[in-house]
């Protein structure tokens, strides 16, 4: 039997209406700005993780929400009774974004196929799934009409990625697709030109996850129907997570890429503004290196452009065809403007070129007909390479633009090739580069007039520079043949015709001084020298020596040791003989027992 006061408690309890607290909160703003600031910029999922545990345990302490004390776990839910607060709500959502992270962070150092990975990245986003569904819940009874629709959006957008893991496209897709059209109808209500910014990325993305679950899913490429959003800083060709390239549309399949794309974009644009500035290089090396400044950095964008889509195309992160047009649109960008670099350097290179009289007189800073050539063997290599991306080779346009721009560098490479054969008055070699060159010009007009292409002007031009280089370079070489013939009779007539000089120290006795004369002539003249006699020895072929074939040396004293050595041994042998003669005879031992004796113990 239940006591008075519990009942009455128990009564005040389901008397107390529940009134919802109307937390307004933007998920995808303040989402977007933790995952930019904390990781996600570079695709560093483990720093956005662990950036969402130290906030959920912030959130903990300053709730006072722990789970039970240090030395026992007491597991606390977040219910709609409970949450007093938006940061029980902000609960749910970093722990599902938590779970979200820690599954992408596992599919990135995944790429082995380990299966254990493999079941712990879909147990992650099962989770994800399950906080969003329980966000969605509590949203519907504590928060505003705009948060229940972003937390259904963003709980779709969870069971899309859950279903992706589990490769079931045909749900993903749908998931992805249901959460698309969530985000576009934010982006048509929102009013804050930074929000529309992030509802735009937002849908970039997931109209990424649905291309990619379309091609899984085994699909029509041609019947895919995509969304294709405005942005205000994307202009031209570029719309938003799209490129217009060659009649195709590219879709951008990274937040990292599309900036680099945009990045690209505006410096060209600042490329052509440092141009516009000063034309033909009337400034000096200081307007050409604050140019070349700016196509260095061009170029580096566009290389980490190129590396971020090949390391898509390998993980098989996206459509496979698509990655190869995009790697194909930023390959073409990167090589068009690397001609238009050497271009511009050849252009600076060929207004301030003297040729010089005699090329030893060259200068240190100045650069040559070699500097040029080597320009334009880069230029056509990079044309070479333009025309071998398979859209640009088959395009009516692109192609044949591209060829006659070939055929003109190797016209204009001769022509710098006969002018450096010419200054080191190499006339032969100089005189086949201008008539390969006329050549290629002539290919090159023909080309131009069949494919309809503006390029008269410029061809006309350099078959009339040819035509001077030859005409120069054939009077160049009769004139050097000429004096070849007559340079004995020239020099000889030169000798006669100077005079010597005087100098002060022949006439010391006169001391004539005037404005042109000179004390020592430098540097001094040679003077012979006598040299020491050289004296051979003759006179011994004319006295006989003695014969001194017997005379030895060596086998005398041999002899001597010899003789030394056998009188010695006939003395030692003489003194035995004395001492043998001298000694008395031994006591033989008597007969009897004695002698036996010995001989048992002895052994004899």
């Known amino acids: ?144 009409q705009a948060t229940q629709k972003q937390a259904e959006a963003y709980h779709l957008e969870m069971c899309g990625y859950n279903s992706l893991g589990q490769q079931a496209y045909e749900q993903s897709l749908d998931y992805f697709t249901k959460a698309r059209d969530m985000w576009v109808k934010f982006q048509s209500a929102a009013k804050d030109t930074k929000e529309k910014e992030i509802l735009t990325k937002r849908i970039t993305a997931t109209e990424h996850n649905r291309r990619f679950c379309w091609h899984k899913a085994g699909k029509d490429p041609s019947k895919f129907k995509s969304v294709v959003s405005t942005d205000a800083k994307s202009g031209g060709a570029a719309t938003g997570a799209n490129v217009t390239w060659m009649g195709h549309t590219l879709q951008l399949h990274s937040e990292k890429l599309r900036g680099l794309v945009e990045q690209a974009t505006a410096q060209a644009e600042e490329v052509e503004t440092v141009k516009a500035k000063q034309e033909g290089g009337k400034e000096g090396t200081t307007y050409l290196n604050a140019t070349l400044e700016v196509y260095d950095k061009l170029f580096l964008t566009y290389n980490d452009a190129m590396a971020d889509a090949r390391q898509a195309l390998k993980n098989e992160s996206a459509d496979s065809t698509m990655m190869t047009r995009i790697l194909h649109y930023l390959q073409f960008n990167l090589w068009n403007n690397t001609v238009k670099r050497n271009q511009f350097v050849v252009q600076f290179y060929s207004s301030r070129y003297q040729p010089p009289q005699d090329a030893e007189k060259r200068s240190r800073g100045h650069h040559g007909p070699a500097d040029i050539v080597r320009l334009y063997d880069m230029i056509i290599q990079n044309v070479t390479d333009i025309l071998g991306i398979p859209l640009v080779e088959d395009d009516d346009t692109m192609g044949p633009q591209f060829t006659s721009l070939s055929l003109l560098a190797r016209a204009k490479k001769m022509y710098w090739k006969g002018e450096g054969f010419r200054v080191v008055k190499q006339y032969e070699e100089s005189l086949a580069c201008i008539k390969f060159g006329e050549q290629l010009i002539s290919e090159c007009a023909l080309h131009a007039r069949k494919e309809g292409l503006q390029a008269g002007e410029e061809c006309n031009k350099l078959a009339e520079m040819l035509r001077e280089s030859r005409c120069v370079v054939y009077a160049a070489g009769y004139a050097a043949k000429a004096a070849a013939e007559t340079g004995t009779d020239k020099a000889a007539s030169a000798d006669e015709k100077v005079k010597p000089k005087k100098y002060l120290v022949d006439n010391l006795e006169k001391w004539d001084l005037d404005k042109t004369a000179e004390f020592v002539p430098i540097p001094a003249p040679l003077v012979s020298m006598s040299v020491k006699p050289t004296f051979y020895d003759i006179a011994s072929q004319f006295i006989e020596y003695p014969d001194l074939s017997g005379y030895q040396i060596k086998k005398e004293k041999s002899k001597k040791k010899e003789e030394k050595k056998e009188a010695g041994a006939t003395a030692t042998q003489e003194k035995t003989k004395e001492a043998k003669e001298t000694k008395p005879e031994e006591e033989k031992p008597a007969a009897g027992g004695g002698s036996w004796l010995k001989r048992w113990v002895w052994g004899s």
């Not at 700005?33 to 560093?44: A, I, K, P, V």
């Not at 409970?82 to 599954?103: I, N, T």
Request: aromatic share 10%.
């Open 1 to 144: 039997m239940s006591s008075p006061a519990k009942n009455v408690e128990t009564a005040e309890e389901e008397e107390e209406p529940f009134v919802s607290p109307d937390f307004a909160i933007d998920f995808i703003g303040q989402s977007w700005e933790w995952q930019m600031m904390h990781g996600l910029r570079n695709e560093d999922y483990h720093r956005y993780r662990q950036y969402c545990s130290r906030r959920l345990r912030r959130i903990y302490k300053g709730l006072k929400f722990l789970h039970g004390t240090s030395k026992r776990y007491a597991k606390k839910t977040v219910t709609p009774r409970l949450a007093k607060d938006e940061r029980h709500v902000m609960v749910l959502f970093m722990q599902a974004e938590r779970a979200w992270a820690y599954a992408m962070a596992i599919k990135n150092d995944n790429s082995e196929g380990d299966l254990r990975k493999t079941h712990h990245q879909l147990a992650k986003l099962a989770k994800a799934e399950k906080f969003s569904s329980e966000l969605v819940q509590l949203c519907s009874e504590t928060c505003t």
